[in-house]
């Protein structure tokens, strides 16, 4: 018998007011809630036999403490840190603890927006970033990861 394949764990982590989508500018960034766009990662992965788990935080330490548990665990990271990305040095201080695909994501196109959006500080530290593609970035970030 061929031993069972041990399936892969991606991990998704959602930065601060992301709990509010569906409710939160609409305009920018959809109706969709965090629930739905969670569940359709799951369903993605269920086809794609990777194990998807998610994790949102609206506080820099627990995303920070997320990331550093995330080494050797697991085979890759999709996250959006969403006001963070402008800002936190410590984030991307964890991202460069990890050796796994890193693909950065936002909803929205942060270069089309206000100009302290246009800096993201883990840009030159993710494998990649897609922004501006709404919730389809997210899918496409995962399906770009299982064939990594
Ligand atoms: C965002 C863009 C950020 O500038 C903003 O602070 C967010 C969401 C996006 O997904 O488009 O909260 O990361």
């Known amino acids: 018998m061929k ?8 991990m998704v982590i959602h930065g601060p007011n992301l709990n509010m989508l569906g409710k939160r500018e609409p305009d920018i960034y959809g109706k969709e809630t965090l629930e739905e766009i969670n569940s359709r990662l799951e369903n993605l992965g ?11 935080s609206n506080h820099e330490g627990a995303i920070v403490e997320k990331i550093q548990e995330i080494s050797g665990k697991y085979k890759g990271l999709i996250i959006n840190p969403a006001a963070f990305t402008h800002t936190s040095i410590a984030i991307r201080d964890a991202l460069l603890l990890l050796d796994i695909p890193v693909i950065e994501v936002h909803l929205s196109n942060i270069y089309k927006r206000e100009p302290f959006r246009h800096k993201s500080m883990i840009a030159d530290v993710a494998t990649a970033q897609i922004s501006g593609f709404g919730v389809q970035g997210y899918i496409m970030a995962l399906e770009a990861i299982a064939k990594m």
Not at 46 to 56: A, G, H, R, S, W
């Open 46 to 56: 269920k086809k794609l036999e990777i194990d998807v788990e998610t994790f949102q």
């Open 3 to 10: 031993p069972s394949k041990k399936r892969r764990k991606i």
